[in-house]
Every structure is written in structure tokens, then in C-alpha cells.
């Protein structure tokens, strides 16, 4: 399966935190944040092929990404995720089921990845996304930006989503897939979430 990394945004809420700059290229650890998203689809066993998706937004960070020789750089208008991302994979030339994870999400790791293509293997369904609780988030301290009720339970989304290539102009039917994991939870939108990230990585060395 290839992946597309979504790596466009313009990361407002970490300017409200005194942030200049893209968040993409924000340094955890001394790596910008996009490389812990890379290098976790470089060593999945599920991952083919990587393209990045970037917008006119974030020009540090496609200069980066070009000098790289291990991911594929799509450029796209600056449409918002939803936009960005159909130009990306129809840019890709992707007509198969494909992984779209955000750019911001440093602790999940290949094996998490790998469960997920999983999952989606054994469902029916055209797309997959993955959710958590809320009382994970809740607890973590997040501020998510979206919540919906399955079944009486409320669940947050986690930006990792499973989609297929053929279908991307398409309402597509999609299995909720809910983990409770702090990995998928922590994604980097303000500097206290890279603060909390920064102390969760030790944990993975």
C-alpha cells in the first residue's frame, strides 16, 4: 500500500503560542516533525511507495522534502485537507486503497501502522479511519477539534485514515477503527503537545 503524508497546514495554533515558522519543519528532539512520520512508514512492512502533499503554505518544508531521495513530493493549490489531499492522490496517480496520515503525529509507530492496514484488509468497507475516546484526549490534555458519537460512545478523530484511490471523488462508507493508544492521540498542534511528546519519546528508544 503507498501512504500520503499530509504536510500543507499552516499550523495556526502554534503561532498563538508565540511559533513562527512551519509546523512540519518544528524541531522535537532536534528532527523536524515531519521526519518521525517518514521514517515510521519507511520501516512499516505495509508501505510501498511515500508521497508528501504540501501547499504553497509551507516552502521550507517542500525545499526540504526535495533534497530527500526516500519520499515523493506532490505540490499541492492550498485547497484545505480535504482538497489538498484529492489533488494529491489523483497527482499520485493512486487508484488503489491508499494511507493518508497527518504530518503531526511523531509517537505512532510502524506497528501501529501495520495494524491498521491490517484491519482494513479484513473489513468490507472502502475506507477506514481511526479514532480515539475522548476520555483519552481528555486525560492527555488534548483540545480536539472534532467529536462524534458512535453507538453512545464518543470518539476523536486521529488524522489516520485508509481510503480508496478509485473512489476519491466519492462519499466512500468507512470502519471506525477505535484505539485507545497514546500514540495515535498525541498529535503536535500546540507547543504544550510538543512539550508532552518530547517527554513521551524516550519511551520508544
Not at 111 to 117: C, F, L, P, S
Request: hydrophobic content about 40%; overall charge negative.
Amino acid at each position: 500500500m503507498h501512504a500520503v503524508v499530509m504536510a500543507g497546514g499552516v499550523g495556526s495554533r502554534f503561532f498563538t503560542d508565540g511559533w513562527s515558522g512551519e509546523k512540519p519543519m518544528v524541531k522535537l528532539r532536534g528532527m523536524p516533525l515531519i521526519d518521525y512520520m517518514i521514517d515510521t512508514l519507511k520501516r512499516s512492512a505495509s508501505i510501498e511507495r511515500i508521497f508528501v502533499v504540501t501547499s504553497p503554505s509551507v516552502p521550507e518544508t517542500r525545499e526540504y522534502l526535495a533534497a530527500r531521495d526516500d519520499v515523493e513530493v506532490l505540490q499541492a493549490p492550498g485547497l484545505g485537507y480535504v482538497g489538498d489531499m484529492v489533488h494529491g492522490i489523483k497527482a499520485a496517480g493512486i487508484r488503489e486503497p491508499v494511507l493518508v496520515v497527518m504530518s503531526d503525529l511523531p509517537l505512532v509507530t510502524p506497528e501501529m501502522i501495520d495494524k491498521v492496514v491490517s484491519t482494513y484488509n479484513q473489513r468490507e468497507e472502502p475506507a477506514l479511519s481511526v479514532h480515539t475516546p475522548l476520555h483519552v484526549c481528555t486525560k492527555l490534555g488534548q483540545r480536539p477539534t472534532a467529536v462524534f458519537n458512535r453507538d453512545g460512545e464518543l470518539i476523536v478523530p486521529c488524522g489516520i485514515n485508509i481510503l480508496d484511490g478509485s473512489l476519491i471523488d466519492e462519499e466512500q462508507p468507512d470502519f471506525n477503527l477505535v484505539l485507545p493508544d497514546i500514540e495515535v492521540v498525541l498529535n503536535v498542534n500546540t507547543v504544550q503537545d510538543l512539550k508532552r511528546c518530547e517527554q513521551m519519546l524516550p519511551d520508544r528508544e
